[in-house]
Antibody, heavy 117, light 108 residues
Framework: EVQLVQSGAEVKKPGESLRISCKGS????????ISWVRQMPGKGLEWMGR????????NYSPSFQGHVTISADKSISTAYLQWSSLKASDTAMYYC??????????WGQGTLVTVSS | EIVMTQSPATLSVSPGERATLSCRAS??????LAWYQQKPGQAPRLLIY???TRATGIPARFSGSGSGTEFTLTISSLQSEDFAVYYC??????????FGGGTKVEIK
């Protein structure tokens, strides 16, 4: 079974750093890109960017470029999304998803990030 | 950026009835369009890709149509488990994937 399993919920203070993870299993991790998608509370889906795990090539939505970093460790079939300095506006659910063609399937279960002083 | 616009924002439908959801692109995306279903507290699930191809395991009551800038998702006979939010997403521009704002299908 193809699965993406994400790390657990996080509660952080503004200015803190954070890295969340997404581990793939049941398929060749380096054969498919991984995308990250944000969903703010009560809102819709926003594509943030993606990574090719085979060579760590990334591209970002202009809305997120410079605010987050996407990386991957193919040796452990894991992709990451990280922030160097969180803001309250980063509070959201974050999903990873395998990119098949450019449709997203499957999705991870989501990681809730709460940023509050 | 290709802007995706979904309508209506909310659709009230009785179980067993047909639901028709619309998605419009600000420029042609050919058939590079996907539909997702998201239930409360769950991750989105791929329903349709290539505008009209059902993903693995998706029931035949879900169908997609359209190309260019106008797309439709039809649920032929709504079941209780189909009440959810539905999103369209274009992937014609591989460098910047974009989603519509979603249509909530609620029980009438």
């Amino acid at each position: 079974e193809v699965q993406l399993v994400q790390s657990g919920a996080e509660v952080k203070k503004p200015g803190e750093s954070l890295r969340i993870s997404c581990k793939g299993s049941g398929y060749s991790f380096t054969s498919y890109w991984i995308s990250w998608v944000r969903q703010m509370p009560g809102k819709g889906l926003e594509w943030m960017g993606r990574i090719d795990p085979s060579d760590s090539y990334t591209n970002y939505s202009p809305s997120f470029q410079g605010h987050v970093t996407i990386s991957a460790d193919k040796s452990i079939s894991t992709a990451y999304l990280q922030w160097s300095s969180l803001k309250a506006s980063d509070t959201a659910m974050y999903y990873c998803a395998r990119q098949v063609g450019a449709a997203l399937d499957p999705w991870g279960q989501g990681t809730l990030v709460t940023v509050s002083s | 950026e290709i802007v995706m616009t979904q309508s209506p924002a909310t659709l009230s439908v009785s179980p067993g009835e047909r639901a028709t959801l619309s998605c419009r692109a600000s420029q042609s995306v050919s058939s590079n369009l996907a539909w997702y279903q998201q239930k409360p507290g769950q991750a989105p699930r791929l329903l349709i890709y290539g505008a009209s191809t059902r993903a693995t395991g998706i029931p035949a009551r879900f169908s997609g149509s359209g190309s260019g800038t106008e797309f439709t998702l039809t649920i032929s006979s709504l079941q209780s488990e189909d009440f959810a939010v539905y999103y369209c997403q274009q992937y014609n521009n591989w460098l910047l994937l974009t989603f519509g704002g979603g249509t909530k299908v609620e029980i009438k």
